[in-house]
């Protein structure tokens, strides 16, 4: 069955970098686009990143574009999420997903993704 399990959230301080990691297993992963959504306390489920089957073409939130980059190894089977000069209001639970396509749209739709990680916590102090 779809696996995704992330890692590497934690508590970091305003202005510095965390990277996350999203292990996949159980499909083809080079076959389907993947991205990053975040779900802030009080708020509703956001999308982050995108990134399309091949990893050539990515997309972002506007909060995040120039501050994040969303990569791929698909010989690894896994996505990543470079977050540099965070801020407090990145703190949220951070989901890996796996999209129904191999493309992101744009806008990126919360049902296109039929597969989720169990998130992992980014907390960012000011």
């Known amino acids: 069955q779809v696996q995704l399990v992330e890692s590497g959230g934690g508590l970091v301080q305003a202005g510095g970098s965390l990277t996350l990691s999203c292990a996949a297993s159980g499909f083809t992963f080079g076959n389907y686009a993947m991205s990053w959504f975040c779900h802030a306390l009080g708020n509703e489920l956001e999308f982050v990143a995108g990134?399309?089957?091949?990893?050539?073409?990515?997309q972002y939130a506007d909060s995040v574009d120039g501050r994040f980059t969303i990569a791929r190894d698909n010989a690894k089977s896994t996505v990543y999420l470079q977050m540099n000069s965070l801020k407090f209001e990145d703190t949220a639970v951070y989901y890996c997903?796996?999209?129904?396509?191999?493309?992101?749209?744009?806008?990126?739709?919360?049902?296109?993704?039929?597969?989720w990680g169990q998130g992992t916590q980014v907390t960012v102090s000011s």
């Open positions: 990134i399309n089957l091949s990893g050539r073409s990515t």
């Open positions: 997903a796996r999209s129904s396509w191999s493309f992101i749209r744009n806008p990126a739709r919360e049902s296109d993704f039929a597969s």
